[in-house]
Each structure stands twice: as structure tokens, then as C-alpha cells.
């Protein structure tokens, strides 16, 4: 079973948090894939990955530049993971019918967006009933809260 940790967003978007998340995925020797609902997001963050200052460099790559297997993070608006990725984050509310290929799944959701909050709410009940072990992580003036 998958480890899903909800991390609600309180104080900054999921591109400004991304990084620090991303780098530590990296630091651990890991490799993401990030799936968004459009692929206007997908181009959002793949410009703002390029230019994040922490951690300096998150090396990178969506559909558009290819070669999947090479990316240690895989931007991606569909179900695809080329780059064997085993940590999963989610944005904009997607959900993954399989979480069977991750080991840590993170679900980014907007809390000042009450339908976002909703949808998070469903989200963790399906996979509770999945037995799947669960933290929520409330942002904080600086960093995370583990809440309950």
C-alpha cells in the first residue's frame, strides 16, 4: 500500500512549494512524476521548475522534450510514468486509479478553494477505505504542521 500524504495549501501555490518537495525526492535517490490536470500546467511548472532557486537545479522533462526514461521528474497531464517514477504527486485535484507503481503518493490541493478542500476530503475517505496509511500536513507560516 501507498503512503498518501495531503498537503494543504494555506499560504503559497503548489509551484512554490514543488521544489523543496521535489529536492528532497531527489536527495533521497527517488524519481517523481508530477500529473496535472492540463497541460497549461504542465508548461506552467516546467517554466517554473527551470527557475527555481531551491534547490538550484530539478532536472526535468515532459512529453513535448521526450525521452521519459531519462527524466528523473516526469511532468505529465495523463497517466504516463516513463521514467519509472515511484513517487507520485498530484495536482488540481487529479486522481490516480492505480496507485499500485507508487510508494509515496503527495496530493497538493489549493485550501483557499472550498471545492478543492471538498474533493480532497472524498479523495482521502477512498483511500482510507483502501487501507492505504494517510498523513495530513497543514502549511504553516514556515514549513508543515502533521495535523490529525
Known amino acids: 500500500m501507498a503512503q498518501i500524504g495531503f498537503y ?8 512554490a512549494v514543488l521544489p523543496a518537495l521535489l529536492g528532497r525526492t531527489l536527495a533521497a535517490g527517488k524519481r517523481a512524476v508530477v500529473r496535472c490536470a492540463t497541460a497549461q500546467r504542465v508548461q506552467e511548472l516546467d517554466d517554473g521548475l527551470w527557475r527555481a532557486t531551491d534547490p538550484l537545479w530539478l532536472p526535468h522533462g515532459t512529453q513535448a522534450m521526450g525521452h521519459g526514461q531519462w527524466q ?26 492505480d496507485l499500485s507503481p507508487f510508494e509515496r503518493v503527495f496530493d497538493l490541493f489549493d485550501g483557499h478553494d472550498e471545492a478543492a478542500v471538498a474533493a480532497a476530503r472524498k ?5 482510507r477505505e483502501g487501507s492505504h496509511e494517510l498523513s495530513y500536513w497543514q502549511q504553516q507560516p514556515k514549513g508543515w504542521a502533521r495535523r490529525k
Do not use: K, M, Y
Open 8 to 15: 494543504h495549501l494555506t499560504r503559497s501555490p503548489a509551484l
Open 72 to 97: 528523473p521528474i516526469w511532468l505529465t497531464e495523463g497517466g504516463d510514468v516513463p521514467n519509472g517514477a515511484t513517487f507520485a504527486f498530484l495536482l488540481d485535484g487529479v486522481e490516480v486509479p
Open 123 to 127: 479523495r482521502w475517505v477512498a483511500w
